[in-house]
């Protein structure tokens, strides 16, 4: 089968300064591809040009057979999005938004009253469904615009950051609800920055920074595809200095250390049982004190740190 939607070198500018950058990726139909990065990264940006908000500045895409640039309209009726930054319209209260949507979407009379309460109840907004959205949090408004999409179940659906200033209960619940549009047929396109909502809802996460993808896979490939296969967390009671870092980086089937911070140390590494002792042999010949020792397995974190020797969080705050 043909890819639902192809972005073949997808690129946008904002004056000098390039959002997304020769971007191609191919989404199948009915899978749920992550786009994962930092804030920043051109995650939005990509969106908005996939639903022709806004313009390519260089490349295309193709949703379903229609050109974007080409026959936007047609592209259009193929997707349902749910925004980052919900808009605010005319009607405020989620009893009118969501009734207007889905009379939007073709639904009758009958139809609306009757999807209109379903969604509200699984939103859990059934009671504040005549409030303002005005004076809603920002997590009550991501609920109401999720339920735009769990309304249309358009055959792509395009959700940005669904979850964000969502409490964790509030996330599975949301979490189950894509997966279930997703069985019942839907191809689901989801930016997030959060690690955890990739792995687990995703069937292939794509990463991307700096407007660029820098990698596509399944979340299992990708953890199992970075060398050093154990991860290694330890904290020292005090900062570890230049040389020492180096020493330690020259310590056999160790592959890579990252610095979290000065006395934290991330060590990438091959046949952990084995190097360990030696790591802490290191550490006691250079009288850094390990304050605390862990082994995890590797992230999409690590994988992101990888690409780009820094994990998300510190990407974000550059
Ligand atoms: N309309 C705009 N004008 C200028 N710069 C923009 C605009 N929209 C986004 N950007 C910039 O493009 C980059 C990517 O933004 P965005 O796509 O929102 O990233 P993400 O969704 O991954 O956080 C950011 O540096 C952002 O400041
Ligand atoms: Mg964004």
Redesign the pocket.
Known sequence: MPPIIRMVNLTKK??E?T??DHLNLEVEEGEILGLL??????????LLMLTTVIKPTEGTAFVGPYDVGQEPDKARTLIGMAF?EPKLLWVDSPWDILNWHAKVCGLSAEERKKKVRWVLEQVELWNDRLKSVHAFSGGMRKRVEIAKILIQRPKIAIV?EPTAQIDIVGKHRIWNMLRELRDEGSTILL?T?ELYEADVLSDRVAI?HK?KLLVCDEPKKLKDSIPGGDVVEIALEKDITTAALAKLKEIPRVVNVLTIKQNQLKIYLNQAEEVLPKITEFFMKERLQVKSIRMSEPSLDDVFAHYTGLTIEEAQRE
């Open positions: 904002f004056g300064f959002a997304v990065g930092p804030n920043g990264a051109g995650k939005t940006t990509t980052q940005d930016a920055n991307m407007g």
